[in-house]
């Protein structure tokens, strides 16, 4: 007998999956950017236009859909005009929040280029912290009007026609580094904000910077969502409302088997974050779907500080729980429209790092290649029986079941796709795939695993943690699969 058995009904799909899910976000921020994405004119790596070659061919790849820029804390002390034009005459600034010293060599056009080459669309986040609607509005004139003005002509000399960038933030984290508000007096500049951008352009969505709960004792957190949205009254004027939720336990590489397991534990509270916020967007917008837009989310461990520039390392237990988190996106299909893994190269949870030319990719990366097939399918009907093991959730106070596999499954067209996170640091497990109301074909399957949870990749073993194809031996409705310990495994399920 199995140890778990997943129940698949691939003739009930249900919501379609934002292929935003799979977003990533790129700051300027410690080595994202500068070293990161961009190299200039003279770098050390291979490069297009100061762009590195091996991160655009590594999006690519993934089929990147969406990427957030420039930031985070950043953007609410960004000030776009600094960032065009000719790059010698661009002024040298102070990046306030990271203690860095900013350069603009890459800004709005260099971003957009990037954005060209990997395929990805653009989502850009405005100043509100120290900038003002005017500002906001001229960036949007800047990207995206058609018609004939002074800023137009100025990005014509540089790029030609317009950039079309369809997503645009309205501040970053406003009840903190973006401003520290209230929600009632954010929701008062969001309006102001909103107001024109949307004037300017009616085809852009609007994202809307809202809260996770915190640890559910924090009053201005936990009512930030509900004063927000109660104040701002004008469902024409928001697209989506953004949450951002970071997870730590233990060390990087140095954790326990307890610390692995409280980490998947504390899963079940972005959840919770999910359950609260859409009751608040269906009771004061329920004749509109504004979406959640998970818009920052990973891993940040206590060795990534400020003065290193926000670096870690990425271990096998991240990517698991990178898949896990992406399976949990899958399944709120319903009402999650976006989210931005934080961050794209070399800081946080990042998935990859460089060193002058050299490059590698992160155990994440290679989820994020096993995954991409869910973008844009069809979220299918799940039951699933699972061993558990007792979790103590960070801030709700109670513990709680955890399962030990996480499952998310697709269906496009005649092609069923199943992805399982085994959330456990010692249990191997073997579970039941029941198809119901339609026979198998043909199946495949790849499989992330290393000897050790805390393995990390390297530049001198670029390939410990890989991808590895593993043979699947299939009936007409019923497969039994082997899940190893702190693993997570993709599936191709071919249907008649």
């Not at 977003?23 to 921020?29: D, I, K, R, S, Y």
């Not at 590594?58 to 065009?84: E, M, N, S, T």
């Not at 990517?319 to 988190?325: T, Y």
Request: hydrophobic share 40%; glycine share 8%.
């Amino acid at each position: 007998m199995s140890d778990a058995v997943i129940h698949l009904w691939p003739g009930l799909p249900k919501a379609r999956i934002h292929p935003n899910i799979y977003g990533h976000f790129a700051e300027h921020l410690g080595r994202c950017i500068y070293e990161g994405v961009w190299v200039g004119p003279h770098g050390l790596a291979p490069h297009a236009d100061g762009v590195r070659l091996d991160v655009i061919a590594a999006l690519k790849q993934l089929r990147a859909p969406v990427v957030r820029w420039p930031g985070g804390c950043f953007a609410d002390d960004y000030h776009w005009r600094q960032g065009i034009g000719p790059v010698e005459k661009r002024p040298t600034t102070a990046n306030l929040w990271w203690r860095q010293t900013e350069p603009n060599a890459f800004g709005t056009d260099e971003f957009l280029r990037f954005c060209r080459a990997v395929g990805a669309e653009p989502y850009i986040c405005c100043n509100v912290g120290s900038g003002s609607p005017r500002e906001a509005r001229e960036w949007l004139e800047y990207c995206n009007f058609g018609g004939d003005s002074s800023l137009t002509r100025l990005r014509e000399a540089t790029a030609g026609a317009p950039y079309g960038v369809r997503y645009w933030g309205v501040g970053n984290e406003s009840w903190g580094c973006g401003g520290r508000f209230r929600g009632a007096d954010y929701a008062k500049e969001y309006a102001h904000f909103a107001t024109y951008l949307r004037a300017l352009d009616p085809s852009i969505e609007l994202i809307a910077s809202g809260t996770h709960y915190g640890d559910y004792k924090d009053p201005i957190l936990n009512t930030w969502n509900k004063d927000f949205c109660e104040e701002m009254h004008h469902a024409d004027l928001i697209d989506h409302l953004s949450i951002h939720r970071y997870f730590s336990r233990g060390g990087g590489v140095s954790f326990t088997d307890a610390e692995y397991h409280a980490v998947f534990a504390d899963l079940i509270t972005l959840e919770r974050d999910l359950e609260l916020t859409e009751a608040v967007l269906r009771y004061f917008y329920p004749d509109k779907h504004v979406g959640i837009a998970v818009d920052e989310w990973g891993m940040w461990h206590p060795e990534a500080t400020v003065e290193n520039g926000l670096e870690q390392a990425g271990t096998l237990r991240d990517a698991v729980f990178a898949g896990a988190v992406l399976n949990l996106f899958n399944r709120w299909a319903r009402r999650v429209t976006m989210a931005n893994l934080a961050q794209t190269v070399n800081v946080l949870h990042c998935l990859a790092a460089t060193d002058g030319p050299n490059f590698y990719l992160t155990p994440t990366y290679h989820v994020f290649d096993m995954m991409r097939r869910h973008m844009g399918a069809n979220l299918v009907t799940q039951e699933i029986e699972t061993p558990a093991y007792e979790g103590h959730p960070l801030g709700l106070g109670k513990k709680l079941d955890v399962p030990a596999l996480s499952v998310s499954a697709s269906i496009s067209g005649k092609r069923l796709h199943l992805t399982v996170a085994n959330q456990t640091a010692q249990q191997d497990l073997e579970a039941s795939v029941i198809i119901h109301e339609a026979r198998l074909a043909a199946a495949v399957g790849r499989l992330l695993h290393a000897e050790s949870p805390r393995a990390v990749n390297t530049f001198e073993d670029p390939k410990r943690v890989a991808s590895r194809r593993i043979k699947v031996d299939h009936a007409k409705n019923e497969v039994v699969f082997a899940f190893p310990r702190h693993s997570f495994t993709a599936f191709s399920l071919t249907l008649e």
